[in-house]
């Protein structure tokens, strides 16, 4: 069966292409900001508040959210904790895109040129949308891809600050550890209706940082961190050998999946978060912070499985691969209402996601032998995001109910989304709509020194529930990645995310500081 589609060696070169795009593209969602793909953000003390912590970033979470609060700390501090996720994930698989007579089940093209292009705003006639029932279970509808799970291991911060450095009051420095705020862990059948998207990814993410900040008097206060990211990834997707949308029906049997993996590692790209914190006023704080983007360069290599109707399949060569890729530029702006025993703050969150436009793979040592004895070598592709700018707003604060013993906290937050309205690109690769999220928390003085109240060991710990917009996608351009017709060809694979996406998302965060 594969052979007598390798004469058109371009299809294949396009299908493993484009497929390999898309498990490096869900590799690297990972560290994007706080409303265009990931959910939420990091630190038990900001999460208890919504997240809404740019203006007051007073412990040694501002190493993360606004770095020149760093210059509000006094003496030695240190912060160890982690946030705990949960997933659950439903998609309910409707249609393939195309039109296909009921009769005949011949079907037309969904995109390309020519008289097969069918025009949805014209009477079809005897063709009507196929609804693309699961081939394998004879044309019953998809059984519903769902994913319910805690991430293995929690998000991690640890930060280790000193103010009043060289003596200098306002002065601090600060190192620490973070990790973008995702999920890293994604677990699917290897035979659902999601498998042309995903079927697992295994993703870890850090961030190395240094701090400095300086800030003389409450009225001004700046800061900068400088970070190292390190980036890892292994991911599954399932892809076709032949596929035509002739046959649309028949190009998703499961003995002609071919099961593909892919490893990507970055192990530093740089970056830097700049902050500014004005107290202008008793009852006013007001904050900003811009984080910089950053220049992925991604390198690792594919391995495959092949099909039962194609076993001769296999990668030769060393199988590697570099992407490049690069993320938005994050805004961040607070401001704050202070009250001796309590605060209110409200954050806007700007993401910059609208510049990212494609992401080019370079192909440097990937070839494929077909077990006929043709060799194809893949050549570099760019694949595109269709991608708008993202926006975000947090509330949140604290009330001191005993001084130095507990503090209680509450916020809330609305995350927006970078896909376009009609979510013709939506699937479970990245699986963040619009978001609305509720939080609580507190802080507990475990001990205090009475004779210099600063110094404490106080535990912080936070929780919060996510509802996300149900997603419903109608007219969806993520295809299946198969060898197709010929190379300039993009209507054979079907279209793989149509349908209804529901996700919600819980966080447990616990974290121990030390003021020493």
């Not at 290897?190 to 850090?206: C, F, H, M, N, P």
């Not at 300086?214 to 400088?226: I, L, Q």
């Not at 205090?448 to 529930?465: N, T």
């Amino acid at each position: 069966m594969l052979g007598r589609c390798f004469p058109r060696r371009g299809g294949l070169t396009r299908r493993i292409d484009a497929l390999l795009v898309s498990w490096v593209l869900f590799f690297i969602s990972g560290p994007l900001g706080a409303t265009g793909f990931e959910f939420a953000d990091i630190g038990q003390l900001a999460l208890g508040r919504g997240f809404a912590y740019v203006a007051r970033a007073d412990g040694p979470e501002a190493f993360h959210y606004n770095p020149a609060g760093l210059a509000k700390l006094r003496g030695l501090s240190v912060q160890l904790g982690g946030t705990f996720v949960g997933a659950r994930l439903a998609f309910d698989r409707r249609g393939s895109g195309y039109i296909c007579r009921a009769d005949t089940y011949a079907c037309l093209y969904p995109l390309g040129e020519g008289e097969d292009v069918y025009d949805p705003a014209r009477d079809q006639g005897p063709y009507a949308l196929d609804p693309l029932g699961d081939v394998n279970k004879g044309g019953a509808p998809y059984k519903t891809a769902k994913m319910d799970r805690m991430n293995p291991l929690p998000l991690p911060l640890l930060s280790v600050n000193y103010g009043g450095l060289f003596g200098v009051d306002g002065l601090a420095v600060g190192v620490g550890v973070t990790s973008p705020s995702s999920f890293g862990s994604l677990r699917f059948s290897a035979d659902g209706a999601q498998r042309y998207t995903l079927i697992e990814s295994d993703i870890k993410a850090v961030l190395f940082g240094v701090g400095l900040a300086y800030g003389p008097s409450r009225y001004f206060r700046v800061g900068a961190v400088f970070n190292a990211a390190f980036l890892d990834a292994r991911l599954s997707q399932a892809t076709q050998t032949v596929a035509s949308p002739r046959r649309a029906g028949q190009n998703e049997l499961l003995e002609d999946d071919v099961h593909v993996r892919v490893s990507v590692t970055d192990p530093m790209t740089p970056t830097g978060t700049f902050g500014v914190i004005s107290q202008p006023f008793d009852l006013l704080e007001l904050g900003a912070a811009l984080r910089l983007p950053v220049g992925f360069r991604a390198r690792g290599r594919a391995s495959i499985t092949p099909s039962e109707s194609s076993p001769d399949l296999k990668l030769v060569g060393d199988g590697r691969v570099v992407l490049e890729h690069r993320l938005p530029l994050v805004a961040r702006f607070g401001a704050r209402f202070v009250q001796p025993r309590f605060d209110v703050e409200v954050n806007y969150i700007f993401e910059r996601t609208g510049q990212i436009s494609k992401t080019p793979l370079i192909m440097k040592d990937v070839v494929v032998d077909n077990g006929l004895g043709d060799l194809i070598t893949f050549h570099d592709v760019d694949i595109p995001f269709r991608f708008r700018d993202a926006h975000g707003v947090r509330v949140g604060g604290d009330v001191v109910v005993l001084p130095g013993r507990l503090s209680l906290r509450g916020g809330a937050f609305y995350a927006g989304t970078a896909y376009p309205d009609n979510h013709e690109t939506f699937s479970v690769l990245f699986p963040y709509a619009r978001q609305v999220g509720l939080t609580a928390g507190f802080s507990v003085w475990l001990w205090r020194d009475q004779r210099e109240p600063s110094r404490a060991f106080i535990v912080h710990a936070g929780y919060g529930h996510i509802f996300q917009q149900s997603v419903t996608v109608t007219h969806g351009v993520a295809q299946q990645n198969v060898v197709r017709d010929a190379p300039d060809d993009p209507s054979a694979g079907n279209i793989v995310n149509n349908g209804r996406y529901d996700a919600g998302f819980d966080l447990f965060g616990l974290t121990i500081e030390a003021r020493l």
